[in-house]
């Protein structure tokens, strides 16, 4: 779904507790000597909220700050060995040109065999409009995923005769007559049915897609 409809949604409907965008990008990490390749998920800070990450290390605000990051054991052993990443500052370029650095403050325990997704360096989606600052009121630009987690005893489909508002936005924004977006589509996230890296905190949790002619 576009970018900004997570928050958006959070706003203006009271029966949404938390959402979470993911947006997937490539960065070089260093720490001393050692330079790799990684995918890095930005994300918004209800995200450790909404899905039960168990932590190695650290606790669930270890995004609380900008320059924060949180890294999977596998990446704690890869840069920092037997050493205590937690302190560590780690620097990330990315686009080959912006050098950002980052103060690990958390260490992801080892994903379950079932995991369909899991992050080795996460840090606030602040940090990617900072990158993209065009972005930031940009209804056109699509998230790669986007969460969205209700009130206990309410559903999507309490607020799905509103989606069009924002269908027409998102047409107006970046489409032309020949691609027009019809409507955004949810998946329901039953937690017993779906094989996700780590329950959610809520069974009740939904994620909005976009991007294609109809969404079923």
Same mark, same amino acid.
């Not at 409809?5 to 990008?25: A, C, D, M, T």
């Not at 969205?148 to 799905?160: A, D, L, T």
């Given at each position: 779904?576009?970018?900004?409809?997570?928050?958006? !949604? /959070?706003?203006? +409907?009271?029966?949404?507790?938390?959402?979470?965008?993911?947006? !997937?990008?490539?960065?070089?990490? /260093? +720490?001393?000597?050692?330079?790799?390749?990684?995918?890095?998920?930005?994300?918004?800070? #209800?995200?450790?909220?909404?899905?039960?990450?168990?932590?190695?290390? %650290?606790?669930?605000?270890?995004?609380?700050?900008? $320059?924060?990051? *949180?890294?999977?054991? !596998? =990446?704690?052993?890869?840069?920092?060995? #037997?050493?205590?990443? @937690?302190?560590?500052?780690?620097?990330?370029?990315?686009?080959?040109?912006?050098?950002?650095? &980052?103060?690990?403050?958390?260490?992801? $325990?080892?994903?379950?065999?079932?995991?369909?997704?899991? +992050? $080795?360096? *996460? @840090?606030g989606i602040e940090n990617y409009f900072n990158l993209k600052p065009d972005k930031v009121f940009?209804?056109?630009?699509?998230?790669?995923?986007?969460?969205?987690?209700?009130? /206990?005893?309410?559903?999507?489909?309490? *607020?799905?005769?509103? =989606?069009?508002? &924002?269908?027409?936005?998102?047409?107006?924004?970046?489409?032309?007559?020949?691609?027009?977006?019809?409507?955004?589509? &949810?998946?329901?996230?039953? @937690?017993?049915? =779906?094989?996700?890296?780590?329950?959610?905190?809520?069974? !009740?949790?939904?994620?909005?897609?976009? %991007?294609?002619?109809?969404?079923?």
């Amino acid at each position: 779904g576009p970018i900004l409809l997570g928050p958006e !949604l /959070k706003e203006k +409907f009271p029966s949404i507790e938390k959402q979470s965008r993911v947006e !997937l990008y490539d960065g070089s990490v /260093k +720490f001393g000597q050692n330079v790799f390749q990684e995918r890095i998920a930005f994300v918004d800070q #209800d995200f450790m909220q909404m899905f039960d990450f168990p932590m190695l290390i %650290g606790n669930k605000g270890a995004l609380n700050q900008k $320059n924060n990051i *949180i890294i999977s054991s !596998l =990446m704690a052993d890869k840069y920092f060995a #037997d050493d205590d990443p @937690i302190g560590q500052t780690i620097s990330i370029k990315f686009d080959g040109q912006t050098i950002q650095s &980052y103060t690990v403050t958390g260490v992801l $325990n080892k994903p379950p065999s079932t995991a369909s997704f899991y +992050f $080795n360096f *996460i @840090i606030g989606i602040e940090n990617y409009f900072n990158l993209k600052p065009d972005k930031v009121f940009d209804w056109s630009d699509y998230t790669d995923a986007l969460f969205v987690q209700f009130q /206990k005893g309410h559903r999507p489909n309490e *607020i799905s005769d509103q =989606m069009p508002i &924002y269908v027409k936005i998102q047409n107006e924004s970046s489409f032309t007559e020949t691609t027009v977006i019809e409507r955004f589509g &949810y998946e329901l996230a039953e @937690i017993s049915d =779906m094989p996700f890296a780590y329950p959610f905190s809520n069974p !009740l949790t939904y994620s909005w897609e976009g %991007g294609e002619t109809v969404v079923n």
